[in-house]
């Protein structure tokens, strides 16, 4: 169910798998649950979340304290996140910031606006990957739900695997949350996983990450503009 990546008396980093919930799932025991029972935890709060299809960098705090004050730092977007994905299809841009409401769709599904409201609001860098897959590194800036696999459909490249937003059908959903940055009591915390699960996530995959993607904080983002309309 994960890989430990880094625990101290106040959180604990994993590198969850894919097909995982975090919380109970029909019969399945949730990843949280599992986690409290694994390392005999009273408490362990989830500060931010992944898709059950997704897979991995996955932050817990142990306590009360911690937990608030990390989650502070996710609502004030003072947490740096990146992810990477794979499609079978190009998209319209190579690069570029994806902007809009998202309202909810069809069996769980949700879509993208063109209104600016409230709107999620995404960054990437896009390189071709292998004759057929495109690879996506991507930096969201607001944290809603879907909000990366709605973006890159968006785009007209849904993330391979992901059946939902149109993507192909394959091994996997391939989207993984690769690197994960934070201050917390005056420390820095600075975290990067590749994915370890999946057909394509194999030498091809990490030879290009990293030939373009190794260090994403160094990339020239696109600009966003939130101004509402």
């Known amino acids: 169910m994960y890989q ?14 894919q097909g995982v919930s975090v919380h109970k799932d ?3 025991t949730g990843l949280t649950m599992q986690l409290k029972d694994d390392f005999k935890l009273d408490e362990l709060y989830l500060i931010h979340r992944l ?31 990146y992810y990477l994905a794979i499609s079978a299809k190009k998209p319209r841009r190579k690069q570029g910031a994806i902007i809009g409401d998202m309202v909810k769709a069809r069996r769980g599904s949700w879509k993208l606006l063109l209104s600016k409201e409230n709107p999620a609001i995404t960054q990437f860098f896009s390189t071709s990957l292998a004759p057929g897959f495109r690879l996506f ?5 607001t944290g809603k739900t879907h909000q990366i696999r709605v973006a890159l459909k968006s ?14 059908e394959s091994d996997r959903v391939y989207l993984h949350a690769f690197s994960l940055s934070f201050s917390y009591d005056n420390q820095q915390y600075n975290y990067s996983c590749l994915p370890n699960e999946g057909e394509l996530f194999g030498s091809d995959f990490k030879r ?16 966003i503009t939130t101004n509402k309309r």
């Open 155 to 168: 785009e007209g490249s849904p993330i391979l695997g992901d059946q939902l937003y149109a993507g192909l």
């Open 137 to 141: 590194i991507i930096k969201p800036y």
């Open 208 to 223: 290009v990450v990293s030939d373009f993607f190794e260090h994403p904080d160094q990339l020239k983002w696109p600009k």
């Open 26 to 28: 029909q019969n399945d």
């Open 51 to 81: 898709d059950k299809v997704t897979s991995g960098l996955l932050l817990f705090a142990k306590q009360a304290k911690a937990a608030a004050a990390l989650s502070a730092l996710f609502r004030e977007r003072k947490v740096t996140k």
């Open 4 to 17: 430990i990546i880094d625990q101290t008396d106040d959180l604990l980093v994993i590198n969850k798998s």
